[in-house]
T-cell receptor, first 115, second 116 residues
Framework: AQKITQTQPGMFVQEKEAVTLDCTYD???????LFWYKQPSSGEMIFLIY??????QNATEGRYSLNFQKARKSANLVISASQLGDSAMYFC????????????FGAGTRLTVKP | GAVVSQHPSWVICKSGTSVKIECRSL??????MFWYRQFPKQSLMLMAT?????????EQGVEKDKFLINHASLTLSTLTVTSAHPEDSSFYIC????????????FGSGTQLSVL
């Protein structure tokens, strides 16, 4: 069974600073995908970044980068140059790619960017 | 990018009534759709997985007779909350995938259900 762990219920960061949101996972799957989604107060789920388990390089998408450490089973999200609009809930998620199964989510981290 | 439309965005109903939520993939054929439920300040919990033309697969603890899921076409899945009660009040969100579009899921905007 898959398990996603986000140990930071809330995080604060100063505007323009970088912040790291932690995510660890546990799975017996050989081929899996790791995702980060942002959920603002409106409720929509906004896709941020994806990392495949066989990808050797860490994924980057603009100000978002994923620090993937496979041996440690961690997939931390790094947001550089934080903006006030980054304040939201952030969810780490995993999906078994071989069976094209559902996506399971961590508990989430509420990020607040301070001016 | 791929768009998933979900409506209504919010609904208020009386206890005992049924509510139907629609989830449509607008520009792709969704071979699989997932329904999630989210309580305030909590994470998304998978309720069921539906594949077009077949019965939905429900997660443990989710009552299939209470949460009826129909995936009659490649672009439409519906979730009907039957005989709703106040404890069913929650945020329901659908997502869809298509093998040709990679690994990520595309989410609807969610439905806030309030049962009085």
């Amino acid at each position: 069974a898959q398990k996603i762990t986000q140990t930071q219920p809330g995080m604060f960061v100063q505007e323009k600073e970088a912040v790291t949101l932690d995510c660890t996972y546990d799975t017996s799957d050989q081929s899996y995908g790791l995702f980060w989604y942002k959920q603002p107060s409106s409720g929509e789920m906004i896709f941020l970044i994806y990392q495949g388990s066989y990808d050797e390089q860490n994924a980057t998408e603009g100000r978002y980068s994923l620090n993937f450490q496979k041996a440690r089973k961690s997939a931390n999200l790094v947001i550089s140059a934080s903006q006030l609009g980054d304040s939201a809930m952030y969810f780490c998620a995993m999906r078994d790619l071989y069976n094209n199964n559902d996506m399971r989510f961590g508990a989430g981290t509420r990020l607040t960017v301070k001016p | 990018g791929a768009v998933v439309s979900q409506h209504p965005s919010w609904v208020i109903c009386k206890s005992g009534t049924s509510v139907k939520i629609e989830c449509r993939s607008l520009d792709f054929q969704a071979t699989t759709m997932f329904w999630y439920r989210q309580f305030p300040k909590q994470s998304l919990m998978l309720m069921a997985t539906s594949n077009e033309g077949s019965k939905a697969t429900y997660e443990q603890g989710v009552e299939k007779d209470k949460f009826l899921i129909n995936h009659a076409s490649l672009t439409l899945s519906t979730l009907t909350v039957t005989s709703a009660h106040p404890e069913d009040s929650s945020f329901y969100i659908c997502s869809a995938t298509d093998r040709g579009r990679g690994e990520k899921l595309f989410f609807g905007s969610g439905t806030q259900l309030s049962v009085l």
